[in-house]
């Protein structure tokens, strides 16, 4: 594996960007939120295959639970139906509740998977849950990328 | 020059793209044209103030007091209903920022290979397969995304909307994803309340004549005259819509399918979303999960400022301005698999990405697809057709 190591903060304040995979919604069981699990080209010399395959099934696992039509949203729905929706005011929908859970799961994951390999996670949400927004950094291991990081630097600066 | 940084906290809805109107501070959602939602609220609002100024002390009186109450509640849920519908982000699809729409574009660029000059691209579709039904997306110049299924861009807001259903005049927004049900439950409880306004009207009026000749003492006063001519035209239009409404709600298909006939016809698609049950249908859309809005109306924009330079951050807080370029390797079939080794990468250079973007916004201007932009004026008439 290569020998670059990143924290997160060191990712968002000093490393440059080089390059960002978006990884698309699968909608083959219908419009519910699912994301594609194929393995990015761009990613493999990056990160395991498996790694990233178990945080885009976890992810769609967290999407699963958050839309299911169960017993659960049945009652949800009844009884915010009777408080004409008012009760939102004061409760957390089980969305919103399994949103909270993802964006922790994914801080989580850029800190000890992404990070130290130089990428970083962006929580669908923030990209209107269409994509998967992986952001990949420069890799100080490798020599080839070092010549296009540079030249980019100056001008990721804000 | 000052050095001194004005921070003044902006919100992302004031720089959000499209034709909404925001209020109290983006909690607030609505079209631009509201005129026809002040009179929804006109007309339901002053007629049960009428209702309850001169019908109910009489009906109290003489039948039961709990008629009033439940009118008082019928109609607490119905003007809850129609602010909820009138408020809420329908289920608005942000539009792509530049990366991703970069790269989206470099796909479809590779996909459609070279086209000789004079000669009309492709249509930008991607077939996509959903429970064993190809359905076709199709790409949004204004947004610059594939549509997810079902959604569809309104003109009249200027955005993608998910599930889009139509554009409501009467209640000042689109119905969407987000605000179907909500649309739905307003238009079956003001079915109701015109229902039971209209029957105890001419209850208080056959109760009034009751005791001498109908023909000779017909007593209606003004605002009874006025109660039941407003109920009797809004019976006819809401509890139609309602009607309709539920047939579409039981089949899981949105008005938009409906009218262009997406679903229906020998050797069409069926209706690959619908559960063919029609208990799982309504539950699904009646009682599924409240969906949340993906439109950060609430969040903190970091204001540019020359003088400092931040550094470049992934975070969502901030507009990412990161300049690439697209080169595009092997042609991709479009549709959702993509093969492994046609990845377009972005990189970084400020010429040859200012240009390329120039010439991307140029080639959305000029090249008009049959398909795509056309559609979209298409659709959006039909929702103005439905709507009305």
New interface residues.
Partial sequence: MATEFHNLQEL???A???????V????????TCKF?T?????LESRVERTLFEDTVKTLNNFYAE????GAH??L???V??GT???I?LCME????KV?KKIAKYIQEQNEKVYAPRGL?I??P???????I?I?IYEDRGSSGSSS?SS??SG???? | MSAVMITRKVRKWEKLPGKNTFCCDGRVMMARQKGVFYLTLFLIVGTCALFFAFECPYLAIHLSPTIPVFAVVLF??VM??LL?TSFSDPGV??R??P??AS?IEMEIEAANGNVPAGQRPPPRIRN????NQI?K?KYCYTCK?FR???ASHCSICDNCVD?FDHHCPWVGNCVGKRNYR?FY?FTLSLSLLTIYIFTFDIVHVVMQNHAGSFLISLKMCASTVLEVLVCFFTLWSVVGLTGFHTYLISLNQTTNEDIKGSWSGKNRVQN??SHKNIMKNC??I???????S???RRGVMQD?SPSL????????TSDS????TTKPTAPLIPN??TP??A?P??????EISTSLTEEGEESAAHRVPPLASPETDAEASIAKAAAQ
């Fill in positions: 968002r304040h000093s440059s960007l080089v390059n960002k995979v978006f698309q919604r699968d909608y083959s069981e219908g419009t594609q194929k393995f990015p080209s761009e958050a839309e299911k039509i949203s049945y949800e729905a009844c915010a139906c004409a929706y008012l939102f929908t089980r969305y919103e949103l970083l962006t929580d949400i923030d990209r209107g849950m269409r994509v927004e952001s296009a030249s980019m001008s990721t600066a804000r | 607490l849920f809850a209903m909820r699809l942000p792509a920022l990366e991703e790269f996509v397969q959903i429970n359905v997306l995304i997810p299924p079902r599930r909500f439950l690959p979303y539950s699904e009646l009682c599924g999960p409240t969906y949340p993906v439109l950060d540019d330079t931040t550094p470049a951050t992934p975070s969502s301005t990161v300049p690439q959702e698999q492994d080794d990845k990468s972005i990189a970084a250079s400020t």
